[in-house]
C-alpha cells in the first residue's frame, strides 16, 4: 500500500506556484478508543502528556496506511518519537524491514488500500486508536490508479475504520483539490495533476465521503512536497485558501503527529505550506485559528 510518489518525476522538487508546480501523489464512532493527548511545548517539542492509556492499556497505537511512502514514513518515524506504538501498513513487509531500525514499538502488517475494507479491517485490528492515511498511486501508465488508490482505497479504510469503531481519521491530501471552485483551472499544478488521471478530483471525492461518514477526521492538505529538511514556519489556512507554495515532508508529519494531539483539529480541513516570514506558532493556536465548516 505503501507507494513511491513519483520520485523521478521532474516536477516534484518545485513549489506550486504560478510559473512552476510540485507533484504532490501522496496522503463511526469507536466506544472507549478515541484520542485525547495534548501537547505540552510549542511547536517542534518532543514532550508528550497523554490523558489516556491505549485500548488495551499502554501506548496509543496508531495505524499508518502508506508507511514506507516518502512521507508515510517520515510519520511513522515521528509517532514512534512521540511515544507512539505504529502499525506499519505496508504491501512489502521485506521493503519495510530494511526501511526502518528495529523498534518493539513498530509492527508491520500487509495491507493494501485497493483490496476492499475487509482485509483492511483485519490489518487494522482491535487495538489500534486511529488512522493515518499517507497512501499515493504508484507511478505507472494506468489512468485509474489515482480513483483506485485516492479514492477508492481512501473509502475502503474509512470503512475498514467503521468496522473496527475506529473514530479517528487523519487524511494527508494536497492543496488545489477543490481548484475548480477556487478559480483555479488555469493554474499550471492544477492542470498537470489532474492530466494525471484526474489525481486531485478523486482526492476531493474521498474528502467528500470522510466529511459525510461520521468519523472525526482531520484532513491536512499541503503544498508542493519537498524532501529536504524543513525551512520557514508552518502557515496554516482554511480549506481553499492556498494555490501555490511549497512544505518539507518533515513538517507534513509533524502535522499529521500534532493533529492527535490537540482536540483543535478535530473535524477541520487545514491547508499547510512554510514561509521563512511567517511567524512561529503553537499547534494549539494553528488548528485553533481554523473554523470548523
Known amino acids: 500500500m505503501a507507494t513511491t510518489l513519483l520520485k523521478t518525476s521532474l516536477f516534484q522538487a518545485f513549489p506550486f506556484t504560478n510559473k512552476t508546480f510540485s507533484i504532490f501523489l501522496s496522503p463511526c464512532r469507536r466506544r472507549t478508543r478515541s484520542i485525547d493527548l495534548k501537547a505540552s511545548l510549542m511547536e517542534g517539542s518532543s514532550e508528550v502528556k497523554e490523558n489516556e492509556e491505549g485500548s488495551r492499556g499502554g501506548k496509543k497505537k496508531i495505524f499508518v496506511a502508506g508507511a514506507t511512502g516518502s512521507t508515510g514514513k517520515r510519520i511513522v518515524k515521528q509517532l ?30 500487509n495491507a493494501d488500500v485497493t483490496e476492499g475494507s475487509a482485509k483492511l479491517a483485519d490489518a487494522i485490528g482491535d487495538d489500534s ?21 485516492d479514492n477508492f482505497g481512501t473509502v475502503n479504510l474509512v470503512e475498514a475504520c467503521r468496522k473496527r469503531g475506529v473514530d479517528r481519521f487523519i487524511l494527508i491530501s494536497s492543496i488545489l483539490v477543490n481548484g475548480a471552485a477556487m478559480g483555479q483551472l488555469l493554474n499550471p499544478a492544477y492542470i498537470i495533476l489532474n492530466a494525471l488521471g484526474l489525481v486531485l478530483i478523486a482526492k476531493l471525492q474521498a474528502e467528500q465521503y470522510i466529511r459525510k461518514s461520521g468519523i472525526n477526521y482531520t484532513i491536512i492538505r499541503p503544498g508542493g512536497l519537498r524532501n529536504d529538511p524543513p525551512s520557514g514556519n508552518i502557515v496554516m489556512e482554511p480549506e481553499d485558501t492556498l494555490y501555490e507554495g511549497s512544505i518539507s515532508r518533515d513538517q507534513v508529519a509533524q502535522v499529521a503527529v500534532e493533529a492527535l494531539l490537540h482536540p483543535e483539529s478535530n473535524y477541520k480541513v487545514v491547508e499547510i505550506v512554510a514561509r521563512a516570514e511567517a511567524a512561529k506558532r503553537t499547534f494549539e493556536e494553528l488548528f485553533g485559528s481554523i473554523k470548523q465548516r
Open 80 to 109: 514512534l518519537a512521540r511515544g507512539f506504538a505504529v502499525k506499519a501498513g505496508v504491501r512489502d513487509i521485506d521493503k519495510a524491514k530494511t526501511t526502518f531500525s528495529a523498534n518493539p514499538d513498530l509492527q508491520f502488517i
Open 129 to 149: 486508536d486511529a488512522v493515518i492515511c499517507a497512501t499515493g498511486f504508484p507511478r505507472s501508465w494506468d489512468l485509474l490508479a489515482p480513483w483506485k488508490v
